[in-house]
Structure formats: C-alpha cells, structure tokens
C-alpha cells in the first residue's frame, strides 16, 4: 500500500467519522459545526490525492472558513438549547431508512464490482490556477457571470430575510 | 493510484450519513449541515470521475472541477439564506425545531 493510497483510507474513515458525530450529536450544536469542519478538510486531503488542488484550496476556504463560521455565529446568536431525534413517525422512519439503506447497499455493490477503466495519466499543471482559470474564463465564463449575479440575489435575500422589520 | 471505486463509495456513503441527518435531526441548523454534507458528497463524486476522465481527446479535461467550484458557490448563497431563515423563524417561533413549522406538510 503506497502513501496516497493509505491518505486516501486515512482521510475517508476521518470524513466518515466526522460527519457521523455531525449528525448523531444531539447535545451541542457547536460541536456538530466542528465536526463539519472535521469532514470538509478530510474531504479537501482526498480532492488534493484526486489531483483537484485548486478545489481542495477553495473547500478549505469556502467551507472550513466562510460557511462553518456563517453556521456557529447563528449558532451562537440564537443560543439553543440541547436537541433530540424526531420522536413519532418511528416506524416510518425506520421503513425508510431501512429502503434508502439497502438502495444504497445495491449501489455499492455494484459500483465495487464493477472495474471502472483505468485512470489516465494526468497531464502537466492539471488541476492547477492557470489550466482552471483558463477553463473558467472561456469555455465556462456564462457560468461565472451567473454565479455572481446568484450570489447578488443571495446578499439581498438573506439582508431581507434577516432584517427585523422593511421599511 | 487511490481506487475510485472506493472514493465513489465513500461519496454514496456521506450522501446516506447527511440523508440520516435531513431525516432525524429536528434542529434546522443542523439539518442545513446535512445538506451542506450531501452537497459535499456528490462533489466528491465529480472529482473522482474527472480524474477517471482527465484527458478526452488527448487535451485536458476540468469540466468536473468546475461544475465543483459551482456547487460551492451555490451552496454558500444557499446557506446565507436558509441561515437568514433560520433567523427569521426563531425570532417569530423562539424555536428552530422543525416540528412547530409544519403547516404546509402534508
């Protein structure tokens, strides 16, 4: 087993982890953020082995940074008190759970069955600034347009959204 | 060489960990973490897949890593402002436990 190999199994048992106390953690909301921080940059090592570097940079920063630190000042500012699963509904629940459990199952199967064809070798400077600015800015430049414009629209909806009264 | 039938799995996986989450958890802030976390998932799927597929045609080929960087970008806007509701809804209810917003399910 060569290093990246074992970084790959390393960082997918701590993403696994860190999203499973995510979730199951009922106490405290600010630990479940922490967690979220935990899976995203295991999730960023396994982009870097991927060869995708720029998307490793930008889910550190976007996600470790912008977006858990959106989630804890919420956190913080409401001030919330402990938590429990959904009671009622629990066969329901479990019916599903137990469907999405055994599609999933099945997927599995058959993805690790199934021997995809093998990776290529990747050329010079992939993943890089220069080879994704340059795809950004001219095959994907409407998309780049777009996302400003969305991210706009977000600005003014979440100022409204969370302003106590419009006048 | 990482298998990518591994890192396929391990996307199906957090996608089924942050499904748990959507469907268990009955605080908001935690169910958007959920989202963010299947969000994530499928992120992880397009990057193995555009290493699967570096090269078409013998040039370089990144359209994976930027539907990521996207995705991204839309889940930042997504989470400015399910956090603003979020916000909103305490103030009205002093609660975010989804169960006391219930009045358009069925």
């Not at chain 1, 600010?30 to 570097?53: D, F, N, P, Q």
């Not at chain 1, 998307?55 to 550190?60: E, G, K, R």
């Not at chain 1, 290529?120 to 340059?134: K, L, M, R, S």
């Not at chain 2, 080929?61 to 960087?69: A, E, M, T």
């Given at each position: 087993?060569?290093?990246?190999?074992?970084?790959?199994?390393?960082?997918?048992?701590?993403?696994?982890?860190?999203?499973?106390?995510?979730?199951?953690?009922?106490?405290?909301?600010?630990?479940?953020?922490?967690?979220?921080?935990?899976?995203?940059?295991?999730?960023?090592?396994?982009?870097?082995?991927?060869?995708?570097?720029?998307?490793?940079?930008?889910?550190?920063?976007?996600?470790?940074g912008?977006?858990?630190?959106?989630?804890?000042?919420?956190?913080?500012?409401?001030?919330?008190?402990?938590?429990?699963?959904?009671?009622?509904?629990?066969?329901?629940?479990?019916?599903?759970?137990?469907?999405?459990?055994?599609?999933?199952?099945?997927?599995?199967?058959?993805?690790?069955?199934?021997?995809?064809?093998?990776?290529?070798?990747?050329?010079?400077?992939?993943?890089?600034?220069?080879?994704?600015?340059?795809?950004?800015?001219?095959?994907?430049?409407?998309?780049?347009?777009?996302?400003?414009?969305?991210?706009?629209?977000?600005?003014?909806?979440?100022?409204i959204?969370?302003?106590?009264?419009?006048? | 060489?990482?298998?990518?039938?591994?890192?396929?799995?391990?996307?199906?996986?957090?996608?089924?960990?942050?499904?748990?989450?959507?469907?268990?958890?009955?605080?908001?802030?935690?169910?958007?973490?959920?989202?963010?976390?299947?969000?994530?998932?499928?992120?992880?799927?397009?990057?193995?897949?555009n290493?699967?597929?570096?090269?078409?045609?013998?040039?370089?080929?990144?359209?994976g890593?930027?539907?990521?960087l996207?995705?991204?970008?839309?889940?930042?806007?997504?989470?400015?402002?399910?956090?603003?509701?979020?916000?909103?809804?305490?103030?009205?209810?002093?609660?975010?436990?989804?169960?006391?917003?219930s009045?358009?399910?069925?």
């Amino acid at each position: 087993m060569t290093v990246p190999i074992f970084l790959f199994y390393a960082f997918a048992v701590i993403s696994i982890l860190g999203s499973l106390g995510m979730v199951l953690n009922t106490r405290n909301t600010v630990t479940s953020a922490m967690s979220l921080v935990v899976t995203m940059v295991a999730l960023a090592g396994i982009y870097v082995l991927l060869e995708a570097h720029i998307v490793a940079v930008f889910q550190i920063m976007v996600y470790g940074g912008a977006i858990v630190v959106l989630f804890l000042f919420v956190v913080m500012l409401l001030n919330l008190s402990t938590d429990e699963f959904r009671p009622g509904r629990q066969r329901l629940v479990k019916l599903g759970a137990m469907l999405l459990g055994l599609i999933v199952l099945a997927a599995l199967l058959r993805v690790l069955t199934t021997a995809l064809p093998a990776a290529q070798p990747i050329p010079e400077g992939f993943g890089g600034f220069a080879q994704v600015g340059i795809a950004l800015y001219t095959d994907y430049v409407l998309l780049v347009e777009m996302s400003g414009l969305l991210l706009l629209a977000a600005i003014v909806g979440a100022l409204i959204l969370s302003k106590r009264k419009i006048d | 060489m990482v298998p990518l039938e591994h890192v396929i799995g391990l996307s199906a996986i957090l996608f089924m960990i942050g499904v748990l989450g959507v469907v268990t958890r009955r605080n908001l802030i935690v169910v958007l973490m959920s989202i963010e976390l299947m969000l994530n998932a499928v992120n992880l799927a397009f990057v193995g897949f555009n290493r699967l597929w570096a090269v078409v045609d013998g040039s370089p080929s990144l359209d994976g890593q930027i539907f990521v960087l996207i995705v991204i970008t839309v889940s930042a806007a997504e989470v400015a402002v399910g956090l603003g509701i979020v916000i909103s809804l305490f103030r009205n209810r002093d609660s975010v436990d989804i169960e006391e917003v219930s009045l358009l399910k069925w």
